[in-house]
């Protein structure tokens, strides 16, 4: 293993906490930045967010969540994919408080910006 290797779990693990600390922050042009310009993001409930433009839009607007902290219970990462398991408390745009777990799969570039994430929420569907 080369050492650009061996440093790539850090700095991207660094680069995800750093993505919720941003989110949490409502720091939309600091978290966008985070992101590749081609970046697709998936969430349940929403059509794929792409590029800057798409997470822009969901981030300034369609996000149904008005603020809130996310809790990282666990992070793994492998190569350029980190898998993050944790809890969101906040409050939605309607006044409604909300408890829930989460997981997200972010894939990360060369430069360890982001070039998917996924997130997924424990809730009752079936």
Do not use: C, W
């Not at 777990?101 to 079936?126: I, M, Q, S």
Request: no cysteine.
């Amino acid at each position: 293993m080369t050492d650009s290797g061996a440093a790539a779990p850090g700095a991207g693990v660094s680069r995800v906490q750093e993505y919720y600390r941003l989110v949490d922050a409502d720091d939309v042009p600091g978290l966008i930045a985070l992101f590749t310009e081609d970046a697709v993001y998936r969430r349940p409930g929403y059509e794929p967010m792409r590029g800057h433009d798409g997470l822009r839009a969901f981030y300034s607007g369609e996000r149904v969540i008005k603020s809130g902290r996310h809790t990282v219970t666990t992070v793994v990462a492998d190569g350029d994919r980190i898998a993050v398991n944790g809890t969101f408390e906040g409050v939605l745009k309607d006044g409604r408080e909300v408890s829930l777990e989460f997981a997200d799969f972010f894939v990360l570039d060369g430069e360890h910006r982001f070039t998917r994430r996924d997130t997924y929420f424990f809730a009752p569907l079936v």
